[in-house]
């Protein structure tokens, strides 16, 4: 019995063979007796959990590595979307629930690092919005409107409001 668990873990158990980064995405190669894999995961993640070439993992650890590639698709599907245009938090919340398998835990951790890298900024959209819709002769109502179904808050809408305000009178 002790033998076949030896063999056991053995054969489910993964040696990392490569870990390549490019700009914030890491890919990890890593293969056992039978099989070789390859998961993507964000470039922090990568270096908070130490992987380096030749650590020997788990196949639980390793699914939890492919939990952490449903992260990186996931933020890379946001890059994507954010290369056409600024987004909302809100509008790329919803874009990761509706097109991606990933828990709201997942999805926050996504934002999170969007936020934090300042590809999403509320503020700079909210500032951004008013001044294009102002100048598509759109009344402050209407904005206002446009803007809460975007997902802004409206005291982030007044305050675009009064900051445009007072630029127009210098």
């Given at each position: 019995?002790?033998?076949?668990?030896?063999?056991?873990?053995?054969?489910?158990?993964?040696?990392?063979?490569?870990?390549?980064?490019?700009?914030?995405?890491?890919?990890?190669?890593?293969?056992?007796?039978t099989?070789?894999?390859?998961?993507?995961?964000?470039?922090?993640?990568?270096?908070?959990?130490?992987?380096?070439?030749?650590?020997?993992v788990?196949?639980?650890?390793?699914?939890?590595?492919?939990?952490?590639?449903?992260?990186?698709?996931?933020?890379?599907?946001?890059?994507?979307?954010?290369?056409?245009?600024?987004?909302?938090?809100?509008?790329?919340?919803?874009?990761?629930?509706?097109?991606?398998?990933?828990?709201?835990?997942?999805i926050?951790?996504?934002?999170?690092?969007?936020?934090?890298?300042?590809?999403?900024?509320?503020?700079?959209y909210?500032?951004?919005?008013?001044?294009?819709?102002?100048?598509?002769?759109?009344?402050?109502?209407?904005?206002?409107?446009?803007?809460?179904?975007?997902?802004?808050?409206?005291?982030?809408?007044?305050?675009?409001?009064?900051?445009?305000?007072?630029?127009?009178?210098?």
């Amino acid at each position: 019995a002790v033998y076949q668990t030896a063999i056991e873990r053995y054969t489910n158990t993964y040696c990392i063979e490569s870990v390549m980064i490019k700009d914030e995405i890491a890919e990890i190669s890593a293969s056992n007796r039978t099989d070789r894999f390859v998961v993507t995961m964000l470039t922090d993640v990568c270096m908070s959990r130490e992987l380096v070439k030749g650590k020997m993992v788990s196949e639980k650890t390793w699914d939890d590595y492919r939990d952490d590639e449903k992260v990186a698709k996931a933020y890379q599907a946001s890059i994507r979307k954010l290369a056409v245009k600024d987004r909302t938090k809100k509008e790329i919340f919803d874009f990761l629930n509706e097109n991606t398998d990933c828990t709201i835990v997942q999805i926050n951790a996504v934002i999170d690092h969007l936020l934090s890298r300042g590809y999403i900024d509320d503020l700079r959209y909210t500032h951004t919005m008013v001044l294009n819709l102002r100048a598509l002769l759109m009344g402050k109502s209407r904005i206002i409107k446009t803007l809460k179904e975007k997902g802004i808050e409206e005291g982030l809408i007044l305050d675009a409001f009064s900051t445009e305000s007072a630029d127009n009178e210098l």
